[in-house]
């Protein structure tokens, strides 16, 4: 009994110190993203004023861009975002949908709006990919190709996109997505005027919910009405303003959101397209190019830009963003066990020595050590070994630290972008940022360790977030 | 102090107190600099409000100048400088009111501050000015200061302001990279013949430099925004022994050359605008340098000289060992003044790069009706299957099978039957298909399409007729359905 005793306060302890040191690398690491996207965001903002885009859309050099809409089941929203992206303001651009095997009208809702006919054109898939069943197109809107193909998930129908795509660069978007009229040029910018091959780069991804869309357009930026999409305005303000620019300040890339990003094909070709056996397979892909760059002893660059703005719906029902979440964290943890070997492997440079742990650590592994802390703890009390005082305490430290991330976030947007004009939503957004920890912070942590749970029963299927059709 | 657990407690305890205070600092911060923007806004919109139509007014000549400017002399406040900027420099100006924004910025002082601060003379904000103002911040942090000395590069550029292209040039130096990139961009707007050379200096950096600060992508930018004349200046690059700048100087003159030939389609190059020497180069060696990337880029340009050696010059390389020279050199003859060698260019359909073949395709389809008829004449005749997909595929691209149906109907039994034939025995049909079921309305059409195809193997074609015969609500064109459904069926057994 004693011997049992004695390993259950070792293993209490060992817990403890789990925690304790998950708190401090966490908001440590946080900490420092938050202050160095700070000043570079800032900065970045002061530059714009002498970086005019009209060179870049009137310049001959500029390389042509195929955007390509992976779409399954998006009958609501599909020719929305195709009009919309149709009138993205870049000089030579095409437009590839991939219907992946829809079994709604997503399809033919593109057939009859863009007067679409079937034509039975040349496929020569470097990558291979299920089945192509046709080419739809209008010789008079010559920029459109609609490819419908068997369903193979995301990653097949990309990768038909990028087999396709004749142009140097592609750009993934999400089918239920809105580009903003400049965005493809703001994007292009880091990739045309770096000196290093810049092969992948990535935009900001905004909440549209809320938002006023007219003609495939955001006319009018408001805050959502419902609080389980305000908690996500802040949530992705946090994640791209200091997150993705932080990491990217440091070198140590290792997400780019497919939603909205660019992608040099060759190197993508050359990497082996996107990956199935992952479901997030965005951030498998630049993990792979990483690898693939290290390998063959390529110099290469990924960008982060926080100017160029894709605008996306959030899911608006705790069912949604539960599926939303739990792939996420699912593919995250693929991702990660699939390239363990860069764990602390100094060939990969900041990735291997910092990104990649930090990633592995508190991303991955952080949603099971806080999940189950907010249990060992309690009974670490109940058993004396830890005072209730001192536990109640650290539980407010995390969550006021918390919060002053999130607030730190909307600064950011404050001092930069400013996209929420009216005060009554900036209020509100300091008022969700404060409140973010209470609550909804836990919801997510639920769906992440369950996203774990599902990484170590082997459970690796791709999760649908149905939209309801906010650009509609 | 020993570590106690009551120890502990008071740190996390100062922790949890501290990082409330930064809570609420951050939400006064947020809410103040809310406050001080919409001021500042406020500012600028009343300026606008009040000085934009007096400038607008001397832009366009209803105003007279001496006046105009008085008025504008009279903006007084802390960040005035900032002010004037934003309200010149807010549109860009038509060509023909940008000689008189130039000489407003030079009589209001503008031009003189921006050179003096690209220079790095910068007359250094107090500390309370640095706080207040975030220009003030920029003036007083040296670190910062390249933020304004970029912004004075891109003044002067906007206002295209001559007399300042030495020292944008010479800060083609500056340690800065986004000075630099901003000089070049400037220097290309100002188009000096003087600053050309120096953009090459610093393109053959980029190129042979291991960690160059400009892209090459930004100095191609904007050499190739010089006009043709300036490209005079390449020909060292030309002969440069390294094969990239060959390159990349080859480039920049076929994007010249193109930009020109696309705002005139009889531009022809003649030893007037290139130079003897260049136009010599561009014959005799640049087709054959050892760099299949110079000799590629090289054809677009051969392909707009006036002399009679182009045309030759531009078979050899149709015969190059490279798929993307053959690719150009293609590209490079669909131009009209090429339309008596089309079947040069149809001998590539049957090369063995498919993206030649593609080229090769819409290049004939360029050259209208009579490239249409060389590409039907080897649709029909060859037999190669690779080079048949391809122009099939050009066919559909280009929306010709309509075309080909309606002459189908008027003509009966003619070249265009043959092809829409043959692209149903390749079971390209899908297209075919999809008129004559968008043209319900034209009887003829699906009846001489009935009575043509319908007994086609083809399963498109064949479900196509089973609907017919099933739902279709003319009954002589349903009979004519069921009677070709049997008589398919009878060929069948």
């Given at each position: 009994m004693e011997l049992w005793r004695q390993v259950f306060i070792y293993g209490m302890n060992v817990f403890n110190l789990l925690i304790v040191s998950y708190f401090f690398i966490a908001n440590g690491v946080y900490t420092l993203l938050m202050v160095i996207s700070l000043a570079a965001v800032w900065l970045y903002n002061r530059r714009l004023a002498y970086q005019d885009l009209d060179d870049i859309r009137e310049s001959p050099v500029t390389p042509p861009v195929t955007i390509v809409i992976p779409a399954w089941n998006e009958e609501q929203i599909i020719v929305e975002t195709t009009e919309s992206t149709l009138q993205t303001d870049y000089p030579e651009l095409e437009v590839v949908v991939v219907d992946d095997g829809s079994n709604d009208t997503t399809l033919k809702r593109l057939i009859d709006n863009f007067h679409l006919v079937k034509m039975d054109l040349i496929y020569r898939p470097q990558i291979p990919t299920q089945t192509v069943r046709g080419f739809y197109m209008n010789p008079d809107l010559p920029t459109l190709l609609v490819v419908s193909k068997e369903n193979g998930g995301k990653p097949d129908a990309l990768n038909v996109g990028v087999n396709i795509c004749r142009t140097p660069y592609f750009c993934t978007l999400d089918s239920d997505s809105i580009l903003e009229r400049d965005a493809l040029l703001r994007l292009m910018r880091p990739v045309i005027h770096s000196p290093i091959n810049t092969v992948v780069s990535g935009g900001i991804v905004r909440v549209m919910n809320g938002c006023q869309v007219r003609d495939g357009r955001v006319t009018k930026v408001e805050l959502p009405k419902s609080r389980l999409e305000r908690f996500q305005v802040v949530e992705y303000l946090r994640s791209f303003l200091f997150g993705r620019t932080g990491w990217d300040l440091l070198g140590g890339t290792m997400i780019v959101s497919g939603a909205f990003a660019v992608f040099h094909r060759d190197t993508v070709m050359e990497a082996g397209g996107f990956a199935h056996d992952t479901v997030t397979e965005d951030m498998d892909l630049v993990v792979q190019l990483h690898h693939w760059a290290s390998k063959h002893n390529r110099r290469i660059r990924m960008s982060f830009t926080s100017d160029p703005v894709c605008w996306t719906e959030c899911p608006s029902t705790l069912r949604m963003l539960g599926n939303q979440r739990r792939r996420w964290q699912l593919g995250l943890c693929q991702t990660l066990w699939k390239h363990s070997e860069m764990l602390f492997n100094r060939k990969y440079g900041m990735v291997g020595n910092f990104s990649f742990p930090f990633h592995f650590y508190v991303e991955a592994l952080g949603a099971v050590v806080e999940f189950l802390g907010y249990f060992m703890v309690p009974l670490a009390i109940i058993f004396g070994m830890v005072p209730a005082m001192l536990y109640l305490l650290f539980v407010l430290l995390s969550l006021a630290y918390g919060g002053l991330l999130s607030i730190g976030a909307v600064l950011l947007e404050e001092l930069t972008y400013r996209r929420y004009p009216s005060y009554r939503d900036l209020t509100r957004l300091l008022w969700y940022a404060f409140i973010e920890n209470l609550g909804y912070r836990q919801l997510i942590l639920y769906y992440r360790f369950e996203g774990v749970v599902r990484f170590l029963t082997g459970y690796g299927r791709w999760e649908k977030v149905t939209h309801v059709g906010i650009a509609n | 102090m020993p570590f106690l657990i009551e120890n502990v407690t008071t740190v996390v305890l100062a922790f949890f107190i501290l990082a409330l205070l930064g809570n609420l600092s951050l939400v006064g911060i947020v809410l103040l600099r809310r406050r001080r923007r919409d001021r500042f806004f406020a500012r600028i919109d009343g300026l606008r409000e009040q000085y934009g139509p007096v400038l607008e007014a001397v832009l366009s000549g209803c105003t007279a100048y001496a006046q105009g400017l008085e008025t504008l002399r009279q903006i007084s406040c802390p960040d005035r400088l900032f002010m004037l900027e934003q309200l010149c420099l807010e549109k860009r100006p038509a060509p023909a009111q940008e000689p008189v924004l130039r000489r407003l910025c030079e009589d209001l002082g503008l031009v003189k501050i921006w050179q003096q601060r690209l220079m790095g003379q910068i007359d250094q904000a107090s500390l309370r000015e640095a706080l207040v103002n975030p220009q003030g911040l920029l003036r007083r942090v040296k670190m910062l200061q390249f933020l304004i000395r970029s912004k004075s590069a891109e003044n002067l550029g906007l206002i295209r302001h001559e007399p300042s292209w030495p020292l944008l040039v010479k800060a083609l130096e500056d340690p800065n990279p986004d000075i630099r990139m901003v000089a070049v961009r400037s220097l290309a707007a100002i188009q000096h013949p003087g600053s050309f050379v120096p953009l090459v200096e610093q393109l053959h950096k980029s190129v042979l430099e291991s960690a160059p600060v400009l892209s090459v992508r930004t100095l191609k930018t904007a050499l190739v925004s010089f006009p043709l004349r300036d490209a005079r200046d390449l020909l060292p690059s030309l002969r440069h022994p390294d094969p990239r700048i060959r390159f990349v100087a080859t480039d920049i003159i076929r994007e010249m050359v193109e930009r020109e030939a696309a705002d005139n389609p009889d531009f022809l190059l003649d030893q007037r605008i290139m130079g003897g020497e260049m136009v010599e180069m561009f014959l005799k060696n640049l087709p054959f340098d050892t760099n299949p990337d110079v000799r590629a880029r090289s054809a677009p340009v051969i392909a707009h000289l006036?002399?009679?050696r182009v045309a030759p010059t531009l078979f050899t390389l149709l015969e190059d060992s490279a798929w993307f020279v053959r690719l150009h050199t293609v590209r490079s003859l669909a131009n009209q003044r090429f339309l008596p060698h089309a079947s040069r260019i149809a001998a590539t359909l049957t090369d063995p790069n498919w993206r030649v073949r593609e080229t090769a395709v819409r290049a004939l389809r360029g050259f209208g009706r009579a490239g249409v008829d060389l590409l039907t004449l080897h649709f029909l005749a060859t037999k190669d299957r690779y080079s048949r997909e391809q122009v099939a595929d050009g066919f559909q691209r280009t929306g010709l099978i309509p075309e080909l149906l309606a002459c189908c109907v008027e003509t009966g039994n003619g070249r265009e039957t043959a092809v829409l034939k043959n692209l149903a025995e390749m079971g390209k049909t899908s297209y075919m298909i999809s008129v004559i079921e968008r043209r319900k309305g034209n009887a003829e059409l699906r009846r001489n399409f009935l009575m043509q195809f319908?007994?086609?193997?083809?399963p498109q074609i064949h479900h196509w007729v089973e609907q017919m015969a099933e739902q279709e609500s003319d009954f002589d064109m349903r009979a004519l359905a069921q009677e070709t459904l049997a008589a398919h069926s009878r060929e069948e057994m």
């Open positions: - | 006036a002399d009679q319908g007994r086609y193997p083809d």
